[in-house]
């Protein structure tokens, strides 16, 4: 049988964002790890290196407080508390496509099925 040992020491830590961090989410490929924060950034990590990738500011205008990657690890969305959806390239952390029209806070984003047309205003 396995001896399970409770964690007694922070392995690693990932600094950056200016005010409280609101969601994380791990790439599919285990390469990255995306999060959002009140301080209205998306940031990229690469795990490897442990060290910011990507920092992604002056798209969202408020709070970030979602974010999801597709299935397939191509692209990442985020959702603000201003209604915006955001969808980023995975690999070149650009924005592909921008979704407004919601009048509360964007809470739940979800890829299913996986969609690869995405046109909303850009």
């Known amino acids: 049988m396995f001896h399970v040992r409770p964690i007694t020491r922070i392995s690693s830590s990932l600094e950056g964002h200016k005010e409280a961090i609101l969601d994380v989410a791990f790439s599919p490929n285990g390469k990255f790890l995306a999060s959002v924060s ?32 597709s299935p397939d690890g191509e692209y990442l969305a985020t959702g603000d508390e201003n209604g915006l ?21 964007i809470t739940a984003l979800s890829w299913e099925p996986l969609h690869k047309n995405m046109e909303c205003n850009r």
């Open 38 to 69: 009140g301080d209205k950034t998306v940031r990229f990590w690469d795990l490897h290196l442990e060290a910011p990738e990507a920092t992604l500011s002056d798209v969202h205008k408020g709070a970030v407080l979602i974010c999801s990657w």
């Open 85 to 105: 959806i955001v969808v980023w390239n995975g690999e070149t952390k650009e924005v592909v496509s921008i979704c407004s029209g919601h009048k509360l806070f």
